[in-house]
């Protein structure tokens, strides 16, 4: 999959010579304007990287929990590129990968023994990685007004990323009157399983602002497979015992209500509510089926978009958490450099 990531990326240079006398149509539509979907024809090519820094968790009860206090550190990078064409102005195909890069480090724990001898205990878990690959399709409703689109959506997740936790990394280092232990976790980023999504755009204009509300919906197509590595230190070497479970992932819903401003001609800006939640599923982990707590993160998000050229436009995107239950609560923001163009 890495080999893909980069074949797209190496692309770029020669999508940018690309020519058609029909590329003119992005000179005329406003961001605010475009059809919910592709133009007949048209390919978008859109790479993003995403950076956040995690220094907030909501609980159980939904209250707000600064990691600080827990003496831990949490960053990610996100990158993905996604591909769309259309057909008849009313069809478009996507598909969509995603590498992800997380590291969160806890506070070191020192304990003290009578003779004076300690033991520092460090506690870190990172994953990285591409997720599972993702192909889907829309279709727009053919309705001859511009001012409202709605479109149906449908795709899946294919399990192309590993879904299996590897063999831990710890380390047991002894000196004299000191110990240091080090658990390092790797966890996987695929789900193991395909992953079905449904979902619906709607979109109304005015003059110059523009509403727009989607829902989703995704659902795992059967259960999954995991590892979980039980150990012991022996002549100061970790040893694993690997023993695998069986656990279904939740089910995922997301809303967005969006509202637009055209600025001006090549400028829109534009804030976003979101709320994403997974409920259900359940892991026999710990040998008996123990369900998931449900978790939800609502996010505001403002953004900008520029039109560079009659082909490029970059799309600038702060988040912000601002409630949510059983989930960390980022700040993130989010870079989108698109290119568009008629290959045949």
């Known amino acids: 999959m890495r080999y893909f990531f980069l074949l797209i990326v190496l692309s770029f240079p020669l999508l940018a010579v690309s020519q058609s006398s029909r590329d003119t149509v992005f000179l005329k539509e406003r961001t605010m304007d475009r059809p919910l979907i592709v133009h007949d024809h048209q390919l978008r ?13 909501f609980d ?8 600080s206090d827990e003496g831990s550190s949490n960053m990610l990078h996100r990158g993905s590129v996604d591909i769309r064409y259309g057909f ?15 590291y969160q480090r806890a506070q070191p724990i020192l304990s003290f023994a009578l003779d004076g001898s300690y033991v520092e205990t460090y506690y870190n878990s990172y ?35 590993n879904s299996m936790m590897p063999q831990p990394g710890h380390t047991y280092e002894q000196g004299a009157g000191s110990t240091k232990i080090t658990y390092n976790r790797n966890y996987p980023v695929g789900l193991g399983v395909a992953k079905t999504y449904v979902g619906t755009q709607f979109k109304y204009r005015l003059k110059n602002m523009a509403f727009t509300a989607s829902l989703r919906y995704g659902f795992p197509m059967g259960e999954s497979e995991d590892a979980d590595w039980r150990y012991r230190v022996v002549l100061n070497e970790f040893s694993y015992e690997r023993h695998t479970y069986r656990l279904a992932h939740p089910s995922s819903y997301s809303a967005l209500l969006e509202v637009e401003y055209q600025l001006f001609p090549f400028v829109n800006v534009f804030l976003d509510l979101a709320q994403d939640a997974f409920i259900g599923g359940w892991s026999e982990r710990t040998t008996v089926k123990t369900g998931f707590p449900d978790r939800k993160f609502t996010i505001l998000s403002p953004g900008i978009e520029v039109l560079l050229t009659s082909k490029f436009w970059l799309r600038q995107q702060a ?8 989930t960390l609560a980022p700040f993130s923001i989010n870079t989108s450099l698109m290119y568009n163009f008629f290959p045949f």
């Open 45 to 57: 090519v859109t790479g993003l990287y995403g950076f956040s820094t995690i220094t907030k968790k």
């Open 60 to 67: 159980e009860s939904s209250g707000r929990i600064k990691l």
């Open 88 to 102: 008849l102005n009313i069809l478009q195909v996507n598909v969509a990968l995603t590498y992800v890069n997380n």
């Open 127 to 161: 994953y990285s990685g591409f997720q599972d690959l993702f192909i889907g399709g829309s279709i727009l409703a053919p309705w001859k007004t511009r001012k409202i689109d709605l479109v149906l959506s449908g795709g899946m997740t294919l399990p192309t990323a």
């Open 319 to 326: 988040i912000f958490g601002i409630a949510g239950q059983n």
